[in-house]
């Protein structure tokens, strides 16, 4: 006997089927129920050449939780290392983290790695680390992703477009190997059934292919609470400023701008620059509260960071917290230089946009504002450092180009 369907639902069919083509990634959304992998990140925050922190949830505690890994090209066998596992903190919303910290990798090499929970393994993904080598690469930045959870998906699904379509062609120069989020994760750090969902979110930035984009994360002031350093694998009690190299010419400086930015973290941040200016081409630093910002007032960073950030020649500034778009002037002694530093931002990887006070001096051309939910591309060359602001969609809505010091 012969089934005839219906032209509508044949119709329905199609739909259907043109939706399931057009999900961004067969790894996202995954159930949380029981022991099984859920929440997949990779998090850099330590050496990225050799060390990546793969962490994880499960919706219950279970016994045994591992990562299975091995360089993917490679006759090596599997290896296992064991994950530091624990219940998040924040609320009655019961949820179960667990860490491993890989180290001694090899740089520039792509490791496959799968996460075990008792009896149940999530599927097998990669990552890249970073390489030694003197290459061309790219990053994006962004920030905020607190406040609208539909905006939040759609710029998570782009950003692994993005990444996966840097891989598609032979240029090495717009490969999107990490992605830094400058803070405002969740509106409200304490509560974990927020960080929860934002963590499933976060799995929509897998590639098709199963590749993972490391997070580079800082601080927002929505960020506070315990959850923060367990989401991102940081000991209990850490501050959450550091630098890493990416690579031998590119730093990446992580602040807090949620703690005293003077004593301790100021006193950290002219020893790191002075250390990492001499031997990196590149040198930039991520932190949430803007110092020049296109909305709100001046963070505390603005006396003490800015005057480290001119002294060591910082070649860009990424700051949050303003959901807008912004890129300053280059700035010394709080007047344009050419000499000065440039700071762009301010957020919109999920969350209402604001209207920029398109009146304030640094951001008059050839600085900009604007608003839109949007990504950065920072596309670190060996004669110049290339960004973009990419909209929602795909526009481009702002470029600009940073010489070496
Ligand atoms: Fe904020």
Redesign the pocket.
Known sequence: MTMTIPFHYFLTLLFAGALLTSQPSAFADAPLAGTAPAQWRVVWSDDPTTTATIAWSTKSAGRDHSVRFKAKDSDDGDATTLAESGRYTGGSFELYYHHSKLTDLRPGTAYEIQMISDTESSPVFYFVTASDTDREFSILHG??S?SDRDARRRVNTMISEMAEASFDNDDPADDIIAFAHG??YVVSGTKMELWSVWMSDHELTTMTDGRLLPIIPAR???DKGKPFNKVFGFPDGDLNYYGISIGPKVRMVTLNSEISTAGDQATWLNEELSRSRANHRWLLAQY??PVYPAVKEAGAGLKTWVPLFEKFDVDLVCE???HNIKRTVPIRDGQLDQTGVVYIGE?GLGVPQRTPKTDRWFIQSPGMADQGHHVFVLTFGKDAMHGKCVLEGGKIRDEFTRQPR
């Open positions: 920030g905020d607190r803070g405002d927002g002031n929505h949430h509260r949050a917290d303003g957020g």
